[in-house]
């Protein structure tokens, strides 16, 4: 199984911060980053639901962006998934799979 750091990112500055530090920690341990992105499941109700399913793959995309354009020998992929978020990311963890985009290289 490949070794990668795994961070769950959102909208939030938080969230932000928080994968800024993974990618300080992948580029020290050379290994690659994946930016996970969880949805909502498809079966909430759209007051539930505060982001649309279609935009959710830009979310990540979009972190991954900020990410490579501070960090740009930083190897980092961006992952979206739907499901409830602390069981869905324990399980990319775990798996290294998801719906894994392009590797990107800065």
């Given at each position: 199984?490949e070794?990668v ?6 909208r ?19 290994l ?9 499941p498809?079966?909430?109700g759209p ?6 399913p279609?935009?959710h ?8 962006a900020?990410l ?12 979206s ?5 602390v069981?869905?990311?324990r399980a ?7 719906r894994?985009?392009p590797?990107?290289?800065?």
């Amino acid at each position: 199984m490949e070794r990668v750091i795994t961070a769950g990112v959102d909208r939030s500055a938080r969230s932000r911060a928080a994968a800024d530090r993974a990618a300080r920690e992948a580029l020290r341990r050379r290994l690659p980053l994946r930016a996970v992105y969880v949805a909502p499941p498809e079966n909430l109700g759209p007051v539930e639901r505060p982001y649309r399913p279609d935009r959710h793959q830009q979310v990540a995309d979009h972190v991954v962006a900020e990410l490579i354009a501070r960090h740009p020998s930083l190897t980092v992929r961006a992952v979206s998934l739907a499901g409830a978020p602390v069981p869905e990311l324990r399980a990319a963890s775990a798996r290294g799979t998801g719906r894994p985009r392009p590797a990107r290289r800065g």
